[in-house]
Structures are given as C-alpha cells and as structure tokens.
C-alpha cells in the first residue's frame, strides 16, 4: 500500500480555485456594466394629473387634493371646465390634453366626469380615469337619465336659478343651484359658512348639457376607479354605483356629500394616486 503524497493533491486544488476565480471575475465584469446600465436608465415619468369640475363650481375645489398631489412630486392641472355644453367642453379638455406630453391621469368631478368621459376617447396618453361622484355616460345616454339610474331621485332640478346669457343657442339658459338650498344639496357635509360662500361664487351650467347624448365612452378602453358620495343628493348614489359597475371601475365607498374632494381630500388624493401609480 503506498502513501499519498499531500504536495500531489496540491496541483488540481490550485487549478480549481483559479478557474473559480476567472469565472466569479467574469461574472462581476458582466454584473457592472449591467448596474451602471440599470443607473442611467430614464426612470418611467410620472403621469400629469389633469383635474376637470363640475358644474356650479370651479377649479378651486381641487386645491386641497392638488396639494396632497404636488407634495407627492405629481405635475398637477385643474383645467377650467367652460359648462356651455357636453361636446363643446369635452373638445376644450380635449385641447388641454393634446398640449401635455407622457402619460396622463384624468379626473373628473360631477358633470366633469361625463366630460372626461367623452375627451379621453382615442387619447393614448390617458392611462387612468378617475370619477368623483361623477357620470361615467354610456354612449347616447343623457346626464337626465344617468340620475335615474338604480332607481335613484334627486331634487336638484325642483332648485335651480334660471338665467338667460348673451348668444344663448334657443331654449337654452344658465343654471344655478338655488343658494337656499346649495348646503343641502351640494355640500351637506361642509360647514354652513363654506357652503354660503360657494353657492355665492358658483359657475353656473348651460342647461342644454344635461339633454345632449354622449359619444363613445373612453371607460369602455381605459382603466378607471369610481368615487360613491354615499350622502350625495345631487347625484344619486344609486345611479353612481350602478355607473361604477358598468364601467368596471375599481370602486371605493365615502361617507360623503357630493363635494368628497373638499370634504375628503385625503381619500380622494390617495384613489388618484393609486390610479397613477
């Protein structure tokens, strides 16, 4: 039987651990240049938020979720809606969107939401839709029969101001909700004081919108979430569920009056961020 010599083990030992040491150094030459390239890849662009109101208000509402949006690093616009008519001002929002390079989260509130409805369409840079106790339209369907949707009711054309405005088309006229009622049907759950400066600075809305059919809907081709003012009395919140649903919207519930992006900032803030990221 013959002894190993330990010195002969030696050779093949030392061979293995060089190639080990060649193929780790290959592998780490691969791996840097990798990383760098990962670093200096442009990050994806945040989208721009473009926030579109409703009717007798303006784009003011949206200042304390616009600040919740631009602590967040968000490029943030509030349109000014022009509500003299559906297709008119779904084309005005329509402009505004085609100035805005990259990806866009579209919100709308109320009347604003059957706006952003119809400007979106065939918009490839609108990646997300969000609803805020707004119409979400099908295609033909009018803003006076959405409220009766689910076998809601709502009292707000018993109260509205009617005021004729210069170039009119015929029939037509400005309406505005009754301020003696505006606390209860817009903004229950404000302050009383708020909602009497508010009915003060309404915008009123061109009647003949809430007659005019709407076009191809752009829920049906893009993603969206839907906001239910469960206190709203100025659309029903039966109408709004059922709106919700047909548009496959991811849906959150607020124990709110029609006006949740003043009265629940937050929560409004945080479906929109979750729209856009």
Known sequence: MHATNPRS???PIRLALAAAGVVAAVALAAAVPAAADAARAPAEPKPTIVLVHGAFADASGWNDVTERLQKRGYTVLAAANPLRGLLTDAAYVRSVLETI??????????????????????????????????????????????NALGGGHTDLADHLVIRPYPGAPEGDADGYIDPAYFHELFAGDLPKKQAAVMAASQR???????????????????PSWYIVASQDHTIPPEAERVMAERAGSTTIELDSSHVAMISHPADVADVILDAAE
Request: proline share 6%; charged share 15%.
């Open 9 to 11: 083990r030696r050779g």
């Open 101 to 146: 390079d990259g990806p866009i989260v579209l919100v709308g509130h109320s009347y604003g939401g059957a706006v952003i409805t119809n400007a979106a369409t065939d918009n490839e840079n609108v990646t997300a839709l969000v609803y805020v106790a707004a119409y979400a339209l099908d295609e033909g369907e009018r803003l006076v029969d959405a």
């Open 204 to 222: 009123p809305a061109a009647l003949q919108a809430l007659f005019t059919p709407s076009g191809v809907p752009a829920w049906k081709s893009i």
